[in-house]
């Protein structure tokens, strides 16, 4: 039998064009693998980024402000019964949470003390009223100041000073910090304790007031914002060069630190595991503010326990976690025990850690893509590792360069 070459009169050969073609694509192709290895995963994050800016923009073009705020409010009608905070076994949901802010505005409200744009500072730790007390002032329209709980006596003042609140709010576990201030106190700031009464004199308690307080909404008109840029939040500094300096953080900003667990690939059916203290932004807005983003769950443990950390994680079936260098350094240093990669922790989000720490932390806990990112919070800008790459806090996107 003859081929079917024989009987056609033109021979099968591919047109130069075709082959200059094939081999230009197979060359880029190799190009890009050897000196651009990011090339695709840096496309995907920036139309990521690109279409979030896009739908903020969108907001804005129709007079629409929507805050990190908003958006739970609507989260906690769309999905009331969701799980949004876990804290020591006890489980809250998203309308939990909203019915208890709202008793937190209601007594502020009825009190008459606060009007929006008012300062009031927060001196409490990691717990579920912390984050009550936040969004429930939030709600009045009031700039929320979030003070470091390990600052005590001058360097504490300083900061109340500085941020000039009409009211301040202690937790019950502070009281010696505010025991040890309140004689040089400003005069002008109202105080209130998280108890159900208060021992010192002119303070007043806040939770017997949330507990006869009504969980109806307070008006929208008193939360909404006119301007992404007007201010939300203070978070201060550290204070290692110094005294702490406040950080002015505005809706914008919340809503760009929302955005960075769902810029890492975190989704809705995710569980957070935040460790870290919210009176820092990685925690309030990278944490709370990014299971809002992603309408996910929240596990908050009042303090670090390394003892403790990959046993929570198990517990609670926790997927994405958050750290700081040191954290890594802490959870290696740990006893090796069996069973250490028997977990769900697919995503690691945070700064700081070193190459070799990296290296052991993957070899030891398994397969867990590790994000780092590098941002002052009173910057304007930050860089995102979000391709894992070992080592490398500050990769700038390819497409930035060009």
């Known amino acids: 039998m003859r081929a079917w070459d024989d009987f056609s009169p033109f021979p099968m050969v591919l047109p130069t064009w075709l082959t200059g073609v094939a081999v230009g694509i197979a060359s880029l192709h190799l190009i890009q693998k050897l000196f651009f290895p990011y090339f695709w995963a840096d496309l995907r994050y920036l139309l990521k980024v690109l279409l979030y800016g896009l739908r903020v923009e969108s907001y804005r073009q129709r007079g629409k402000i929507v805050t990190v705020l908003d958006k739970f409010v609507k989260l906690a009608e769309k999905q009331p019964y969701k799980a949004f905070l876990i804290y020591d076994g006890k489980v809250l949901s998203y309308q939990d949470v909203d019915k208890r802010s709202n008793r937190v505005a209601q007594v502020f409200l009825s009190h008459g003390t606060l009007k929006k744009g008012d300062t009031v500072a927060l001196l409490m730790g990691n717990e ?162 990014g299971c809002i983003e992603l309408g996910a769950t929240c596990v908050l443990r009042k303090k670090f326990s390394a003892s403790q950390f990959w046993s929570d994680c198990k517990k609670y079936n926790v997927t994405v976690i958050q750290y700081i260098g040191e954290l890594c350094r802490y959870l290696c240093s740990q006893p090796v025990k069996d069973g250490e990669k028997n977990h769900k922790v697919r995503l690691a989000v945070g700064n700081g850690v070193r190459n070799d720490v990296w290296r052991e932390f993957l070899d030891r806990f398994g397969a867990i893509k590790i994000c780092e990112f590098y941002g002052a919070t009173e910057g304007n800008i930050c860089f995102m590792n979000h391709t894992g790459k070992i080592g490398s806090v500050g990769r700038t996107n390819f497409f930035y360069k060009v």
Not at 157 to 177: M, R
Not at 188 to 202: A, E, L, Q, R, Y
Request: glycine content about 8%; proline content about 5%.
């Open 128 to 289: 579920p009223d912390f984050i009550h007390v936040w969004f429930g002032l939030a709600k009045l329209g009031c700039v929320v100041a979030f003070l470091n709980f390990n600052v005590r006596s001058r360097s504490l003042l300083h900061c109340l000073s500085s941020c000039e609140p009409k009211i301040l709010i202690v937790g019950a576990d502070l009281l010696g910090a505010l025991e040890e201030i309140l004689p040089n106190l400003q005069k002008g700031i109202d105080v209130w304790v998280m108890t159900k009464d208060s021992t010192f004199p002119s303070v007043h308690s806040l939770l017997d007031k949330m507990e006869a307080a009504s969980e109806d909404p307070v008006p929208v008109s008193l939360r909404s914002a006119n301007n992404l840029k007007s201010s939300v939040l203070y978070i201060f500094t550290s204070g290692t060069t110094g005294l702490p300096k406040a950080a002015v953080i505005s809706h914008m900003q919340v809503l760009k630190g929302a955005a960075g667990l769902w810029a890492f690939g975190a989704t809705a059916e995710d569980i957070i595991y935040i460790t870290l203290p919210l009176y820092h932004s990685a925690a309030s807005l990278l944490g709370i503010g």
